[in-house]
């Protein structure tokens, strides 16, 4: 497809690296394979240990759409994702991971679905590929939306705590954004773990009108059953979770739609945050015994964002949450610790059966 004739590409691509030589290649690969040719990739090296910036220079030196910027230190993946962002030329902003892989046809069906509905974000699925420790593909799950257009603010506030639910909310590399819409709100990614993407949504979503979702799955998403961030102890994660539950709570709040369904949906979605800290507070890196996750769990039922979400919470399909969602209910602390016990022993021994039900949901 010839789409060389305007200065600036129609699209920037910003992949944030560090420690990614394994894939790094692939997920290149997978941008020159686009068959919408109208693309800059921004290839941010934040001083990654390995390979990973040589490889994507090589590629830098044999097509001049590729350009790699260095951190002379480690900033994280917030910072190289705002160093990108600063870079960029393009009419449409989109942040890949660099160990992750798309489908050829993205770029030319984001763009299709622009020039027809003009958009300040473009959302699309998605596919989780789950590996095992040695690099083996266990399993795959895939999350497609239905698609739409939304053309006000009031048509589409009420479907995003769909979009949550259905974990395409939170992530920005299911989404092209408008560049010149970053820089006039002065965006930039939150460094914090675990929870800067929802955040940098949040914001973006707040004032948006127009919005198109495409009906496909393009976006290869890998997952280690062992060994990624998410399954890593994170001494804040509830307290960056329950930001997330308060963030959301706010902006439907701020939209005036915090209805009886929204407070279902955002309470289930608290409960699952609940019950996944309770088992990681079995880990022994939490450096918690049975007294203090008991107070903990007290503390957590007297909280206000709690009796707020929590009597309002149903779980449709997850047995295992709506018997959790029972116990929050009735505050009974020592019911909701063996249960986090339970699951703490799962996750350890049997982390593929453990994944599995967790993607089900």
């Known amino acids: 497809m010839e789409n060389g004739k305007s200065k600036n590409p129609y699209f920037t691509i910003v992949m944030p690296t560090y420690g990614v030589e394994k894939y790094i290649e692939r997920a290149i690969l997978s941008i020159q394979k686009q068959t919408f040719a109208d693309w800059e990739l921004i290839v941010v090296d934040d001083c990654s240990p390995d390979r990973s910036g040589q490889i994507a220079e090589k590629y830098g030196a044999e097509d001049s759409r590729i350009r790699i910027i260095r951190h002379e230190v480690n900033q994280g993946v917030s910072a190289a994702r705002n160093t990108g962002t600063k870079a960029a030329s393009g009419e449409y902003i989109w942040y890949m991971d660099p160990d992750d892989y798309v489908d050829a046809a993205l770029l030319e069906q984001v763009y299709a679905s622009i020039e027809r509905s003009p958009a300040q974000a473009v959302l699309f699925g998605h596919v989780e590929e789950y ?146 800290a309770l088992e990681r507070n079995c880990n022994k890196q939490a450096g918690m015994d049975h007294a203090q996750r008991y107070r903990w769990c007290r503390q957590v039922f007297s909280d206000g964002l709690f009796n707020e979400l929590i009597p309002a919470a149903r779980a449709k399909k997850s047995m295992s949450l709506r018997i959790a969602l029972l116990f929050f209910r009735w505050k009974r602390t020592i019911l909701c610790l063996t249960m986090g016990r339970g699951i703490y022993i799962v996750r350890r021994f049997m982390p593929v059966v453990y994944s599995k039900v967790k993607s089900g949901r």
């Not at 949550?164 to 299911?174: A, I, K, R, S």
């Not at 994660?237 to 997330?244: A, D, G, N, P, V």
């Not at 409960?271 to 996944?276: A, H, T, V």
């Open 131 to 276: 590996y095992d420790k040695r690099g083996n593909l266990q399993y795959t799950h895939s999350i497609c939306p239905k698609e739409h257009c939304f053309k006000t603010a009031e048509e589409l506030r009420p479907h995003i705590v769909e979009l949550e639910q259905e974990t395409l909310y939170g992530y920005p590399w299911n989404k092209f954004y408008r560049l010149s819409y970053i820089r006039e709100l002065k965006l930039e990614y939150e460094n914090v773990k675990l929870i800067e993407d929802i955040v940098f949504n949040i914001q973006y979503f707040m004032d948006i009108e127009t919005l198109n979702i495409l009906p496909i799955t393009p976006y290869h998403y890998g997952k280690k059953l062992e060994g990624n961030l998410t399954n890593k102890f994170v001494p804040d994660y509830f307290i960056l979770h329950r930001r997330r539950i308060e963030m959301l709570f706010d902006q439907f709040s701020y939209w005036g739609i915090c209805t009886e369904e929204v407070r279902s949906i955002l309470g289930s979605l608290y409960g699952r945050y609940i019950l996944s």
